[in-house]
């Protein structure tokens, strides 16, 4: 898994740690498509998390 600056930027903005991240994209609420072919995991804790994903091959 890869986060990129600008989801850990956003993140830390708005007191997401880490670790919700990686519970909410391992055992989600549930998975909804969202623009440009990706996909959005979301999970409710404290507040409504939501991890938007896109796939790409490894290189």
Do not use: D, N, Y
């Not at 600056?5 to 993140?11: G, I």
């Not at 498509?33 to 990706?38: E, P, T």
Request: proline content about 2%; some cysteine; aromatic content about 4%.
């Amino acid at each position: 898994m890869i986060i990129s600056q600008h989801a850990t930027r956003r993140a830390e903005e708005r007191g997401i740690s880490l670790h919700q991240i990686e519970q909410t994209l391992q055992k989600p609420e549930g998975i909804t498509g969202a623009r440009f072919r990706r996909k959005a995991a979301f999970k409710r804790e404290t507040c409504m998390v939501v991890v938007v994903v896109e796939e790409q091959k490894v290189k």
